[in-house]
T-cell receptor
Framework: ETGVTQSPTHLIKTRGQQVTLRCSSQ?????VSWYQQALGQGPQFIFQ???????GRGNFPPRFSGLQFPNYSSELNVNALELDDSALYLC????????????FGPGTRLTVT | GQQVMQIPQYQHVQEGEDFTTYCNSS?????IQWYKQRPGGHPVFLIQ?????EVKKQKRLTFQFGEAKKNSSLHITATQTTDVGTYFC????????????FGKGTLLTVNP
C-alpha cells in the first residue's frame, strides 16, 4: 500500500509568482484535502476534492485553486503569491465522509520572499 | 464559525510523568479525531471518538470524548521521549461533512 506523497519537498518563490504543488493519494482513497500550516499553528483547511469536484472550501481567497485527477492525484495552485503564503502545505487523502481519518503526506514547505 | 481550542499550548515534563491535553469545541461535534505531529513531520492519525462519553485506550494513551460531545482529552501515562511532538484535536465543522477544523495543538517536550 503506497502512502500519500507530495512534491516538491521545498520551494522558494518570489512575491507575485504562481506555484503548483502536487499530491498523490493513498491507494484506495477517493478524497483529497489540502491544508495550510503556519509555524506553530494547526493545519487550516483550504479545500477538499471528491470525484474531481471541489467538495468544500475553507476561508481562503480564490487565488487558491485546485484540481483532482481521475487517478485521485491532486494539485494545489496559488496565484499572486504573498509573503503570508509562506507555510507548510499538507495534502491528506481519505475515504469520503466525516468519519474517516485523514492520511497526511509529508508536506511542501513554501517560502515566499 | 466553529472554533476548536486546546490547552495547554506547551507542556514540558520529566520522563515518567503524566501528561494531559484538553480540547474544547464551540459547537457539538459528530466525532473528534486526534493527531500527533513529530517535530519536522506531518500529522499522523491517532484515534477517532464518536460516541458521547466514549473512552478509548492505546497502550499508555487514554482518549475521552465528553458527554456533550464538545470537549475531549488525551492523557499519556508515564511519558517517554518518543512521545515528544504536537498533539492536535480536530473535528468536522458544524453543518459540513468535509471540513476538518484543527486546534492549535499542544507541544509536548520530555526531558530524559
Amino acid at each position: 500500500e503506497t502512502g500519500v506523497t507530495q512534491s516538491p519537498t521545498h520551494l522558494i518563490k518570489t512575491r507575485g509568482q504562481q506555484v503548483t504543488l502536487r499530491c498523490s493519494s493513498q491507494s484506495g482513497h477517493n478524497t483529497v484535502s489540502w491544508y495550510q500550516q503556519a509555524l506553530g499553528q494547526g493545519p487550516q483547511f483550504i479545500f477538499q476534492y471528491y470525484r474531481e469536484e471541489e467538495n468544500g472550501r475553507g476561508n481562503f481567497p480564490p487565488r487558491f485553486s485546485g484540481l483532482q485527477f481521475p487517478n485521485y492525484s491532486s494539485e494545489l495552485n496559488v496565484n499572486a503569491l504573498e509573503l503570508d503564503d509562506s507555510a507548510l502545505y499538507l495534502c491528506a487523502s481519505s475515504l469520503a465522509g466525516p468519519n474517516y481519518e485523514q492520511y497526511f503526506g509529508p508536506g511542501t514547505r513554501l517560502t515566499v520572499t | 464559525g466553529q472554533q476548536v481550542m486546546q490547552i495547554p499550548q506547551y507542556q514540558h515534563v520529566q520522563e515518567g510523568e503524566d501528561f494531559t491535553t484538553y480540547c474544547n469545541s464551540s459547537t457539538t461535534l459528530s466525532n473528534i479525531q486526534w493527531y500527533k505531529q513529530r517535530p519536522g513531520g506531518h500529522p499522523v492519525f491517532l484515534i477517532q471518538l464518536v460516541k458521547s462519553g466514549e473512552v478509548k485506550k492505546q497502550k499508555r494513551l487514554t482518549f475521552q470524548f465528553g458527554e456533550a460531545k464538545k470537549n475531549s482529552s488525551l492523557h499519556i501515562t508515564a511519558t517517554q521521549t518518543t512521545d515528544v511532538g504536537t498533539y492536535f484535536c480536530a473535528g468536522p465543522s458544524g453543518g459540513s461533512n468535509y471540513k476538518l477544523t484543527f486546534g492549535k495543538g499542544t507541544l509536548l517536550t520530555v526531558n530524559p
